[in-house]
């Protein structure tokens, strides 16, 4: 069971635009950042979102992070078949003194 | 160009003990705090243990507290996970992660990670 909640799986079509949400609580997502990572199969998870909406050079703009409260979301507009991947979301937990992830998201592009 | 590389993997028993290193270059490697992160076959991200960049604050995942201890070596550029009283649960990917100078800590570089595999 993650400290942070996210859906198992999300999906859909070329073009289209895809949320995927994190939910976690007033320790973690309410008072630190929120970094997204992507995961690619059979790869290292990769920094895509810092900061809560922050990129890192070479990630394109279709990426981009939002944050209200104690939940945050990554959306990616314009999906392309190589934005299959897995996306964890990620803070620091205050209680806890850890880091905590999501469990993860698979997305499909159909 | 950042680079990390672990390595110490491998097959050991249960009850067993292995240490992985991670060995960093391109960076200056004493000025980041990095982390050990790891990841279950078919399973999502665990986080598993800190060490800021001096090594006097660390932190452990509950799962792993008492029995894994994190250290570094400034002077060889490399960071370490003792692994002790392995358990089958503890069969994962392990990653190092380095947090980035940035002011909020992302882990901006991960290396490709070893195989444990913990099982009689």
């Known amino acids: 069971q993650s400290v942070l909640t996210q859906p198992p799986s999300a999906s859909g079509t070329p073009g289209q635009r895809v949320t995927i949400s994190c939910s976690g609580s007033?320790?973690?997502?309410?008072?630190?950042?929120v970094y997204w990572y992507q995961q690619l199969p059979g790869t290292a998870p990769k920094l895509l979102i810092y900061r809560k909406d922050q990129r890192p050079s070479g990630v394109p703009d279709r990426f981009s992070g939002s944050k209200s409260g104690t939940s945050a979301s990554l959306a990616i507009s314009g999906l392309r078949s190589e934005d299959e991947a897995d996306y964890y979301c990620a803070a620091w937990d205050n209680s806890l003194s850890s880091w905590v992830f999501g469990g993860g998201t698979k997305l499909t592009v159909l | 160009e950042v680079q990390l590389m672990e390595s110490g993997g491998g097959l050991v028993q249960p009850g067993g003990s292995l240490r992985l290193s991670c060995a960093a270059s391109g960076f200056t490697f004493s000025s980041h705090e990095l982390n050990w992160v790891r990841q279950a076959p078919g399973k999502g991200l665990e986080w598993v243990s800190y060490i800021s960049n001096s090594g006097s604050t660390i932190y452990y995942a509950d799962s792993v507290k008492g029995r894994f201890t994190i250290s570094r070596d400034n002077s060889k550029n490399t960071l370490y996970l003792q692994m002790n009283s392995l358990r089958a649960e503890d069969t994962a990917v392990y990653y190092c992660?380095?947090?980035?100078?940035?002011?909020?800590?992302?882990?901006?570089?991960w290396g490709q990670g070893t195989l444990v595999t913990v099982s009689s």
């Open positions: 992660a380095r947090e980035a100078l940035s002011g909020s800590s992302e882990f901006d570089y």
């Open positions: 007033s320790s973690n997502i309410g008072t630190n950042y």
